[in-house]
Each structure stands twice: as C-alpha cells, then as structure tokens.
C-alpha cells in the first residue's frame, strides 16, 4: 500500500458549508458542554464519635497532601490554623514544628506561627518564638518591630527595652547590633521618647548618627531637639552634619532648612551665612532653588546693594564657568565686561573711592584676561570679534581710568598683535594723538596705516582730519596718493572730486572728471558720469555742458536709463523737441538692433512725457505708436510648440504679417469654439 500523501488530496464540492462554525459558536459549545461544578453536602456533626471521624478524616486528607507536596508552605499553614481553630494547640505546633524543618527561612511562615499563639495569647509560647526567629533572621526588621510592640502592649517596658538593646550579660541577640535602617533606630528612639527619657533619646541619637550618618539623620535629631526647645542642640547638630559629611552628600534642601531654622529663631546673619555656604559648597545646577531662597531672604531682610550684589556674585559665576568650558566665546567675555563696568558705574555715584578703584582694577584684570585669548585660527569673523575687545579696553582706559598713555599703549600692542588689515585701530590711535595734542605722531600713525593696510577709510579719515585742521594742501596729496592706490576704484575719484567741489575748484572739479571717466578699467563708472551730470546740473547749471555729456555719455552706452534721463532733462528745461528727439533718436537705434524690450519701454517712456509736458493732441499720437504684445507659436524641430511674445510697432507698417497672421488666428479660435 502507498504511503498517505495530503498533497494529492481534492476537494470534490468547493461550495460554502450549509452552516458556518464560528469563533462564538465555539465558544459557547465549549462552555455548554463544561462540566458543572459538583456542591458538597453540608455535613452536621451530631456526636463526639462523627467529629473524631471527621477530625481524621481531615487530617488524613491534610497529610496525604503534604506527601505529595511537601515543599508547598501554604499547605502546612492551612494544616497547622486548622488544628489551632480546632483547639488543637500542641497538634498546631507540632505542623508548624514540622514545617520549619522543611523551610525554616520563611518569613511568612515564622510569621502565621507567631500570629497564631498571640491570637490564641499564648504569651510565653509567642515570646520564645520571637526570640527564635529574631536570631535565625535577624536582617528582617518586621520581626524586630512585631516584637518591641507585642512586649510594650504588655505593659513590659524593660522588655521591649531588651529587644532594641540587650544588657551585656544576656546572650540573646540586639537589634541595634544589627544596625538596622533608619526606620529601626527611630523606632527605638519614638519608644524611648514615649517613656520620657529624653537623654537616653540623645544617646540613641548620637549613637544613630555614628552609624548612619546622612543628612535626614542629623534633620531628625534636629527636629527631636526643636521639640523640646533646645535650640543650641539643634544649631550644633546643623554645623555638625556640614563638618562630617563630603559635599556630595549635602544637598540645598538641607541649608534651606538650615537657614529657615535660623530664620524662625531671628538669627539673620546666621542664616546669610548659611546661604553663602551652601551656595558656595554645591554645584550651580544642585542649588537653582538655595539661590531663589536666598534671593527672596535678601529682598525681605537686606538693602538694595546687597541684592545686587548677590545678583551680581550668580551672573559672575555663570561667567566664569562659561569661560572654563570655552574661554574664545568672546561674546561672554563681552557680557562679563559689560556687568563688571555697569557695577562700576553705580558705584561712582555713592561708593567709597577705595571701593571705586578696587573695581577699576578687577576690570582691567578682566580685561588682561580676555586679550590673553588669541584666537587660534584664520576665521576673519573670530578675529573681529576678539579686536573689540582691545578697542573698549583702550576707550576704558582712556574714559574711566584717564590714562590715554595707556590707551595709547594697547593700540600699539593690539597693531602687533592683530592682523595688518585691521585699519580701524590705525583710525583710533591717530584720532588718540590727535586728542592729546601730538600731530606729528598722528600723521606718522596714518602714514604707518597707508603703508601697511592701505584701506580706504584710512585715507578718508585722514584727508578729513587735515581738512578740519585747514590743513588743504595736504587733504590734496592725501587724496592724490587715494586715486593712485585706488585708480579704478570710483570712490577714491568722488572722494577727490568732493573735496575740490567743497573749496569752489570748479576748474580742478571738471578735470577730476574728465580723468575719471577717461579710465576704460574704471569699476562702475556710472557712478562717476552720475557724479559729473550731478555737478554740471545742480552746481554749475550748465545746459550746454550737460547736453555735451549726455552725447558722450551715448556714445557709450545706449541703456534705456541714459535716453530717459536725457529727454527729462530737455523737458525740464523747456526743450520738448530736443527731448523727443532723444527719444526718437533711442527708438531709432532699439530698431536697428532689434532690442524690442527696450524700444517699447522707451515709447511708454515717450507717453508719460507727453502726458506730463505735452499736448493732447501729442498724447493721441504717442497713443497710437505704442506697442503691441502678440502671442506667437512655432514649432520647433522636435515638433513640440512653444509660444512666445512678440512686440508689434505700428510704426513698421500697418501690414505686418505677423499681426495679419496673429488676428487670422484669433478669428479662427473664435469660430470653433
């Protein structure tokens, strides 16, 4: 016979069965079908023979049990309260007897044992259990607890005082050997307390604190001794608890309550004091809520300038340990700076001198310290940064210390230091010799500057100082020496042609101009003929040379800017012809260079002047030349189409073809649609 192969199976009638078996169904089959829990009978006892029988009954069932789970402890407590509830004492024990020798470390065991022969008060059996178990397992505190309340509930003092601590001639096990948690040592301490021996509560104290000292050992004992009104005891355990444990170990709850404690006994500079220590000895991010105490008591208790003097000690210290972590963020060295002098700054106007100059030297020890920071790489933004601070050293030195030779002497160092191109400080220190009267050391300043920076605003701030001093001829080779360092630049040219325009030198004005706008490499040379049109219109008003500008300017460049420039210009001045030729003359050259963009910006150009300055009967014709914006499509080679805008100009020709082509179009869209 082949084997069974479920592979070759099929299925004869694929049709959904008549009647679905679902989840539900199952269910309820299963719960239908389960067998119903059997009732025991009630049994009555009516003689002393049927409770023996049933007696042995129980306890065979019991002990046929335990033989086949001897190691199950439920099953022996079970068995042993049954004998008990059975008056059946020296049975009960026997089962617990017999139990402890399968487990004698279980808890909940020694436990039911012991409860039982109190709840039947058995006394003397429960005390000599309670010795058992407290020296078999003396680590778990709820026998020691169970046996210091049982004995104080009798009455028997002495001997829940023997519990917490035996007498030197018994043998029996201490609990306070054991050194037992913190709840163990209050406990004995609560039960001394309840007696009223308060020294013997001290003792247990001291010697609590001795082998568990924490923070909430030395709270309570201070607690203890606030009860009872000793507030020298209380203090002493507060300054104790500061010189045995490590700072780890202290924390701000335990100075807040500290001070409080000074607080409530009116002993303020105590509590300062605490404040000050406590903030002193944690870390800032352990002490946010000591600082807000602190803050608080200050503001209840102290003046304005301790407050800002506490406040002033927290942002210090922030500072600093900024600086630790990264001592090139210059921006908090700018901060740091900023709250040393605004402390200055108050105290000028009531602290005592010593106090003033005490603070004017930490700054400049601040100072010191911040320009010791050089930066360690090329970035042009770091080197910045740090430069600022050489500069409000100098103005501090040179303001609140007034001591310009020691201003002078950091430019001097900041020059060796700093980069050459740094040509603010050349700047500064020649406006410092200008201020202390030495001119001759200024302009070797400004000459060092040209030499080695050679910046811009070096030559305009010293062409400036000299023009104030009256000092022209030499404003003239400074400028000179400008357009040479800087020929294609055209800020130099319009820093020349301005100083020779402010002394009236129209003759030199033009020939500044005339130079500049020669230079083909000039950058940006708008900017110059700009300048040129300028004077020659505002300063000189000189229409002929205005208009000989212009046509030079043309032969340059033919933006739409110049030609409507040009045209306002001849409007303004009354020309209207010479305007609209400019413009034609724009329209004229846009047409032959097919630069439609800039033709139909010029006739809406051409519009707005004749609405402005001509007639109605030239608006009605610029009107009519203006330009239209066409639609076009073409195929391209791939064969997709693409459409574009094409101006038209009826100034071509009524007859375009690509306006006849564009309306055909339009009317044939028209009709399909």
């Known amino acids: 016979m082949p084997p069974f192969d479920p592979s070759k199976l099929q299925v004869k009638n694929k049709m959904p069965a008549a009647v679905q078996i679902t989840a ?8 239908e079908w389960q067998a119903k829990e059997v009732k025991t009978t009630k049994q009555t006892i009516a003689d002393e023979e049927e409770l023996s029988y049933y007696k042995a009954q129980k306890r065979k069932e019991f002990e046929d049990t335990l033989r086949r789970q001897r190691h199950h402890i439920g099953t022996w407590i079970k068995y042993a309260v049954w004998e008990a509830n059975q008056q059946e004492f020296r049975r009960a024990r026997s089962v617990f007897e017999r139990a402890l020798l399968v487990d004698p470390n279980n808890p909940s065991l020694w436990l039911r044992y012991i409860e039982t022969e109190m709840k039947n008060k058995n006394i003397n059996s429960a005390r000599n259990l309670f010795d058992r178990v407290v020296c078999l397992l003396p680590r778990i505190d709820q026998f020691w607890f169970k046996y210091a309340h049982f004995e104080e509930l009798l009455g ?13 001639t018994q043998t029996e096990c201490r609990w306070m050997e054991w050194n037992p948690e913190d709840k163990g040592w209050m406990l004995y301490i609560k039960f001394e307390e309840r007696c009223g021996e308060l020294e013997r509560c001290r003792e247990i104290f001291n010697r609590y604190i001795e082998n568990r000292p924490s ?13 009872y009104k000793n507030v020298s005891r209380a203090r002493s355990a507060y300054v104790k608890c500061i010189e045995l444990l490590d700072v780890e170990f202290l924390d701000e709850e335990f100075f807040i309550k500290f001070a409080e404690f000074e607080q409530r006994h009116n002993n303020l500079e105590g509590a300062s004091r605490v404040y000050e220590q406590g903030l002193k000895l944690l870390e800032k991010a352990k002490s946010e809520e000591l600082y807000k105490k602190f803050v608080s008591f200050q503001k209840q208790y102290k003046d304005r300038e301790t407050i800002d003097e506490l406040i002033s000690t927290k942002k210090r210290n922030e500072y600093e340990e900024s600086i630790l972590e990264n001592e090139y963020n210059y921006d908090v060295w700018f901060n740091y700076l900023r709250l040393e002098e605004s402390i200055l700054d108050e105290m000028t106007k009531a602290a005592p001198e010593d106090k003033v100059e005490a603070q004017k030297l930490r700054i400049c020890e601040l100072y010191e310290r911040a320009i010791s920071n050089v930066p360690r790489d090329k970035n042009r933004k770091l080197w910045r940064r740090y430069s600022y601070l050489w500069i409000y050293y100098a103005i501090f030195s040179e303001l609140q210390l007034s001591s310009q030779e020691r201003a002078t002497q950091i430019y001097l160092k900041a020059l060796e230091i700093l980069p050459k191109d740094f040509a603010k400080f050349y700047i500064l220190l020649s406006q410092l010799y200008l201020r202390m009267g030495n001119l001759e050391k200024m302009r070797k300043t400004f000459g060092r500057g040209i030499g080695e920076c050679k910046k811009a605003k070096i030559f305009e701030n010293y062409a400036e100082i000299e023009l104030k001093l009256g000092n022209v001829d030499r404003c003239r080779i400074i400028h000179s020496k400008y357009v040479e360092s800087y020929p294609f630049s055209p800020q130099s ?12 030198e129209m003759g030199r004005v033009r020939g ?13 040379p708008e900017l110059i003929w700009n300048k040129y049109l300028d004077i020659e219109k505002n300063v000189a008003q000189n229409y002929q040379n205005v208009q000989k500008l212009y046509q030079r300017l043309l032969l340059k460049t033919t933006h739409p800017k110049v030609f409507k420039e040009y045209s306002l210009y001849e409007f303004e001045n009354g020309m209207h012809t010479n305007g609209r030729n400019v413009i034609e003359k724009g329209l004229e050259i846009y047409k032959n260079e097919n630069s439609h963009v800039e033709r139909a910006q010029l006739l809406v150009y051409l519009l707005q002047m004749e609405k402005k300055f001509g007639t109605s009967k030239d608006v009605e014709k ?38 006849q082509n564009a309306l055909k179009w339009k009317q044939t869209q028209i009709k399909a649609n």
Do not use: H
């Not at 539900?24 to 719960?31: G, K, M, S, T």
């Not at 040219?493 to 009236?504: G, M, Q, R």
């Not at 130079?515 to 000039?522: F, G, H, P, W």
């Open 493 to 504: 040219w319009i820093s020349f042609i301005d100083l020779e325009l402010l002394l009236n």
């Open 215 to 227: 923070c909430e050992s030395f709270l309570k004992l201070v607690k203890f001794e606030e009860k």
């Open 24 to 31: 539900e169904q199952i269910l309820r089959d299963a719960v």
């Open 512 to 524: 500044l101009c005339e130079s500049a706008i020669e230079m083909d490499q000039m950058n940006n």
């Open 622 to 659: 610029a009107k009519k030349r203006q330009a239209k914006k066409v639609l076009r499509k073409r195929k391209l080679q791939d064969q997709t189409t693409v459409e574009d805008i094409v101006y038209v100009f009826p100034d071509d020709g009524t007859t375009n073809k690509i306006l």
């Open 156 to 168: 028997n003092y002495a001997g829940s005082r023997s519990v917490y601590e035996r007498t030197r």
